[in-house]
DNA sequence: ACGATATACATCGTAACACGAAGTATATAG
DNA sequence: CTATATACTTCGTGTTACGATGTATATCGT
């Protein structure tokens, strides 16, 4: 998928790998991996920017001798979601005008 | 609309905008205002960047005096917007994906 | 026993991009 | 005669996805 494309829409993937579910940063990439690709550097950089912006909370864990770090959707984050739903419409409008701005004769 | 999510979207805009006929920047503006906003900098960037990547060319003319520059799209602007359009059923996927991760009990 | 692979997180630098601000210039409407 | 619309340009800035690189432990195959 295009790299400009993914701008608006990783965030929102990253929240939905979680909202069910406290998740962490490899399961997070696996689930998401049939949907969309994203490299650990860049999913770590959304996880920080999502804690910074109060839509997650981190909470650390062991595992297996290893340290795991939890995430956990806010209201703040499930908000996040809502408004990306709300957004889709706008987006469809858009796909449909380039649609339709093709000459079908 | 998120500034984020406008950029895997204006590219193809100001080529859906040029696709059927000539157009110049103002004019492109005012037809995308409906569906999407872009400033006069982010079209010019756009357009500049677009003619780089030989996706349309420019011609001058002059009209009431002022000078237009008249964008007509190439054969491999058409390419992106079909590009664009294959891409959009990820998209697709993976705002379904958002939605289905919604616990609906 | 040992190397390869998987798990797990972190940091740095970079390039692409949308935008506000500011500028230049002409035509038209009130 | 002034305000608004038309029309294009340049500069600086903040956000972001990513590759590269690094640290560390567990597990699997031979």
């Given at each position: 998928m295009?790299i400009?494309?993914k701008?608006?829409?990783?965030?929102?993937?990253?929240?939905?790998?979680?909202?069910?579910?406290?998740?962490y940063?490899?399961?997070?990439?696996?689930?998401?991996?049939?949907?969309?690709?994203?490299?650990?550097?860049?999913?770590?950089?959304?996880l920080?920017?999502?804690?910074?912006?109060?839509?997650?909370?981190?909470?650390?864990?062991?595992?297996?001798?290893?340290?795991?770090?939890?995430?956990?959707?806010?209201?703040?984050?499930?908000?996040?979601?809502?408004?990306?739903?709300n957004?889709?419409?706008?987006?469809?409008?858009?796909?449909?005008?380039?649609?339709?701005?093709?000459?079908?004769?």
């Amino acid at each position: 998928m295009d790299i400009q494309m993914k701008r608006g829409l990783l965030d929102v993937c990253v929240l939905a790998a979680i909202k069910d579910e406290d998740s962490y940063g490899y399961k997070i990439i696996k689930d998401l991996k049939p949907y969309v690709e994203l490299s650990e550097s860049t999913l770590y950089t959304i996880l920080k920017r999502l804690e910074t912006a109060r839509m997650l909370t981190v909470r650390s864990a062991e595992h297996d001798g290893r340290l795991r770090k939890y995430y956990h959707i806010t209201q703040a984050g499930v908000g996040r979601i809502e408004d990306f739903k709300n957004e889709w419409k706008e987006v469809v409008t858009i796909y449909q005008f380039v649609r339709k701005e093709e000459r079908h004769e």
